[in-house]
Structures are given as structure tokens and as C-alpha cells.
């Protein structure tokens, strides 16, 4: 056979025995070992046409293990869900390595250019002005870190992307006003890489679902450093980056408890209608009447100048009545509830702290494990 480092003419040197778990338990293979002369690396080819890799697992175990390891702990993944659900006997150790090993692969896979099962363009549905809408929106959200020796780290941010077809209230603007009401459609990437690097993934997770066949594409964000730019810069066809309501909202309540600080009723008071004007008429009107509001105090005034200096920036996100209007979403709720299921709900656990390569890997995993329904398959076929 040819020797898989060097290429030269590897010879067959008898058979060599190895261990493996199935699904149905433990086996032991008997296989040829070549030994290649110039650079004296063996190999047994067998091992890749089973798909067996450096953790002994079969395929199909190898994906057990990695489904339990994408829901709970690797300590909880071997120690109960294999053992109760599976019968599979395998080290927290094992399953961390098969799980961080199958997140690795992935990344590579997308970083190549990697889809996974066929393109099935999403059933787009459509505004108040009757055009489909493609919405997309992306996030940060921090992971603990571990340093050397199991010392405490600085965290490092996760940056969670996605592509998604919210159901609309109003059934005649579904894509199929007539049949049953549509399920949740999303796609989401993750990783702990820098945030340009998330681009081409999640581009083309919109490509395998038809977003270029979507008349209008919506982004969101909550006005973190730099969201806008990526937003605009990688998916150019974008109508607008509407900032989250929510988010502006917030900064009013936390002007209202400056002004009224030991008071929560009278806080709660003044928030009110400033949240109903900025959602019917907008952030720039919004932003006129913070201008010319007498603010006493040194903290409250400190707190007016954020406040004013944040709609001041993301006034020309904040057109609510337009958008509203037009029948789209203007909430980030959906890029928010996936940090937290993507992400928070496996990394994010109590105590956690992570390498940083483990961490990306198993960002990777979750993102896929979290995606529409085939996505997992397609990936575990592929491998």
C-alpha cells in the first residue's frame, strides 16, 4: 500500500489486534499493519474504511457518545446518559475527547466550505406588504476560561450567528396561509473564533436554505461593538440593522431609576410612556425629547448623558413605527434565547471553565446539534 505520511511503498508486516466499542459492546479487530521503509510510519488501513479514530469508538458509538456529550456535562454524559440510555461504558476523558474531536472536525469542515445534506430552500414568509423576509441576526456571550495548572482565566466571548423564518401572527402572511401553522426554522453557527470568521458559515447556511430567493432581508442586533458592520458587510442585500427594542427600552428604565431613585412606582411611571413614544413614533423623536428634559442631580445626569449619547448613535436603528408598520420583527429575542441555548445552556454551567480550543469545538457541536431537524444527521452520515 502507499505509506499515507510520505507516500514511498509501505509493506505488509502480518496483522495487529485492536479494541473497539459498539454500540452493542466491545469488540476486538484483527487486521494487516503495514510499515512503510523510508519514514517508518505503520498503518493499518482497515481502521478508516470502519471509521475508527485514536478513541476506539465505532461510528455509531462515536455519535452516542457526542450526543450525550452536547447536552450535560462529559462527567454526566458517561456516568449516566450512556450507561442508562445506551449500556455504553466509556470515561468522562473519552467522552470530552470524542466530543471536542467531532466539534474539531466540523469546524474544519465548515472553514472548508462544508454544508451538510442537500439544499431545501425554507418556505419564506412574508410582510405587511406582502414580500418574503429572510431575517438574520447574530450575538456575543462571554465563556469562562480555564488557564494552566486549572487556574482561573479572563473569559472569552461566544459569537453565535443565525439564519431564521419567524411565523408571523397574522396567518394570512404565512407562505401557506391555508395549511397548519409552520414550525420554528433556524440555522445557527457558532464558534469562539474572531467574528469575521463566522461570515462564510453563516452565509452559507442562508444559501442551503434559499434566503436569496427571500424579496427582503432583515437583520437584527443589540447594538454591541461592530454587529452592524458585520451585519451589512457579509450580507449586503439587507434592508435594515433594526437595533432591539429591547435593549433601547432598557436604557430608558435605567434613566427612569436615576430620576426616581427610591421611588419604583414613580420610576415605573415616567418609563411607560417613553417606551410607548419610542416604539410609535421612534428614536429620533425620542432622542428630542431627552434633549430637552431638565435633569437634576450629578448621577442622573450622568445617566442622561448615556442615555442621550446611545440614542444619539442608534437613532438611525430605531425607525420602530416604519418597521412595525411594514409587518417585521423587531426584537433580537430569537439570536438572544440561542446564546442561551447554543451556548449557556452546555458551557455556561455552574463552576464550568473551558479551554479555549474545547470551547470552540463544542460551540461547533452545539450550533449543529441546536439547528432544524437533518442537520446532525447529514454531519454523522458524512463522517
Known amino acids: 500500500m502507499t505509506c499515507p505520511r510520505c507516500r514511498g511503498d509501505a509493506r505488509c508486516k502480518g496483522f495487529r489486534w485492536r479494541g473497539a466499542l459498539t454500540l452493542l459492546g466491545p469488540i476486538r479487530l484483527r487486521r494487516h499493519y503495514y510499515l512503510c521503509p523510508c519514514c517508518h510510519a505503520g498503518a493499518c488501513p482497515r481502521d478508516a474504511l470502519l471509521g475508527l479514530r485514536g478513541h476506539d469508538l465505532t461510528p455509531a458509538a462515536d455519535e452516542a457518545v457526542c450526543l450525550a456529550g452536547v447536552q450535560a456535562s462529559f462527567a454526566e454524559a458517561a456516568e449516566r ?36 445534506g442537500p439544499e431545501r430552500p425554507w418556505a419564506w414568509h412574508k410582510d405587511a ?10 450575538d456575543a456571550t462571554g465563556v469562562g476560561q480555564q488557564g494552566p495548572g486549572g487556574a482561573k482565566a479572563e473569559g472569552r466571548m461566544a459569537t453565535v450567528g443565525m439564519v431564521y423564518n419567524p411565523v408571523p401572527q397574522d396567518r394570512s402572511r404565512w407562505a401557506d396561509p391555508r395549511g397548519p401553522r409552520p414550525g420554528w426554522q433556524a440555522r445557527y453557527v457558532a464558534q469562539l473564533r474572531p467574528l469575521a470568521e463566522l461570515a462564510q458559515p453563516l452565509r452559507r447556511q442562508g444559501g442551503q436554505v434559499g434566503m436569496d430567493q427571500a424579496q427582503r432581508w432583515i437583520a437584527l442586533s443589540d447594538g454591541g461593538a461592530g454587529l452592524e458592520d458585520f451585519l451589512r458587510d457579509n450580507f449586503g442585500r439587507v434592508d435594515v440593522v433594526i437595533l432591539d427594542f429591547y435593549h433601547a427600552a432598557g436604557y430608558l428604565g435605567d434613566l427612569a431609576k436615576a430620576l426616581h431613585p427610591a421611588d419604583d412606582a414613580a420610576a415605573e411611571a415616567w418609563r411607560g410612556p417613553w417606551c410607548h413614544r419610542l416604539k410609535h413614533e421612534g428614536g429620533r423623536a425620542v432622542l428630542e425629547g431627552l434633549r430637552a428634559l431638565e435633569v437634576r442631580g450629578r448621577a442622573a445626569r450622568e445617566c442622561w448623558a448615556q442615555v442621550v449619547s446611545y440614542f444619539a448613535n442608534q437613532a438611525h436603528r430605531m425607525d420602530y413605527p416604519a418597521y412595525l408598520g411594514k409587518g417585521w420583527q423587531i426584537g433580537s429575542g430569537p439570536v438572544e434565547s440561542a446564546c442561551k441555548t447554543v451556548v449557556g445552556q452546555r458551557l455556561k454551567g455552574g463552576g464550568m471553565r473551558w479551554g479555549e480550543d474545547g470551547a470552540d469545538t463544542v460551540a461547533h457541536l452545539r450550533a449543529l446539534f441546536r439547528s432544524e431537524k437533518g442537520q446532525w444527521e447529514a454531519f454523522w452520515s458524512h463522517n
Open 81 to 116: 446518559t450512556l450507561l442508562r440510555l445506551a449500556g455504553l461504558r466509556v470515561s468522562e476523558s473519552t467522552a470530552e475527547r470524542a466530543t471536542e474531536a467531532a466539534g474539531g472536525r466540523l469546524a474544519q469542515a465548515q472553514a472548508a466550505g462544508a454544508t451538510f
Open 129 to 138: 406588504e406582502g414580500r418574503t423576509c429572510a431575517y438574520v441576526s447574530v
